[in-house]
């Protein structure tokens, strides 16, 4: 069975300043992996995905993540955070093949900015 | 591009109440649809499958006669919480598959916040 783990429950930032959220997981092939932000009370928007080739996955809104396969690792980063990224993250994992479209979901990071 | 339409919204109801929550794709077919769970201040976690013309599939500590899923057309699945009670109430969201040779990924709804009283 699959997994991901984000191990950062709350993380707070100052406003320009860089951010890294972090998300592992656990499955015996190279996933699919995503990461969503949800503002309170929201549904899910997605940033960005990897499912193949470079490892280096540009998002929306400045976001880009990286995936390393010796770590098992997808962390998100961003290079200077707006007030108006505070939000809760989530990373994902899908198996793909006939699993395509199902999510395994870490446990989330909320993300403070002070300004 | 492709989307999910989730409705209703918001749902408000006494304890005892059959509440039931539709998740469509507006311009796709989608012959498997998914159904999540959001506690508050949780992840969310996968509920169940719903599959076109056969049962749903559930997930282990998912309560099938609890959360009724029917998916009668490539276009429409439907989740029925019965009998909800007050520990019922979560956000429940939706999602379906991409394309995935596109590089789809799934299309989530809006989600519906379930408040049971």
């Known amino acids: 069975a699959q997994s991901v783990t984000q191990p950062d429950i709350h993380i707070t930032v100052s406003e320009g300043a860089s951010l890294e959220l972090r998300c592992n997981y656990s499955y015996g092939a190279t996933p699919y992996l995503f990461w969503y932000v949800q503002s309170p009370g929201q549904g899910l928007q997605l940033l960005l995905k990897y499912f193949s080739g470079d490892t280096l996955v540009q998002g929306i809104k400045g976001f880009e993540a990286e995936f390393k396969r010796s770590q098992s690792s997808f962390n998100l980063r961003k290079p200077s955070v707006h007030w108006s990224d505070a939000a809760e993250y989530f990373c994902a994992l899908n198996a793909g093949g006939t699993s395509y479209g199902k999510l395994t979901f870490g446990q989330g990071t909320i993300l403070t900015v002070h300004p | 591009g492709a989307v999910v339409s989730q409705h209703p919204s918001r749902v408000i109801c006494k304890s005892g109440t059959s509440v039931k929550i539709e998740c469509r794709s507006l311009?796709?077919?989608?012959?498997?649809m998914f159904w999540y769970r959001q506690f508050p201040k949780q992840s969310l976690m996968l509920m169940a499958t719903s599959n076109e013309g056969s049962k749903a599939t559930y997930e282990q500590g998912v309560e099938k006669d609890k959360f009724l899923i029917n998916h009668a057309s490539l276009t429409l699945s439907t989740l029925t919480v019965t009998s909800a009670h007050p520990e019922d109430s979560s956000f429940y969201i939706c999602?379906?598959?991409?394309?995935?040779?596109?590089?789809?990924?799934?299309?989530f709804g809006d989600g519906t916040r379930l408040s049971i009283l």
């Open positions: 999602s379906a598959p991409g394309n995935r040779a596109n590089g789809q990924p799934q299309h």
């Open positions: 311009d796709f077919q989608a012959t498997t």
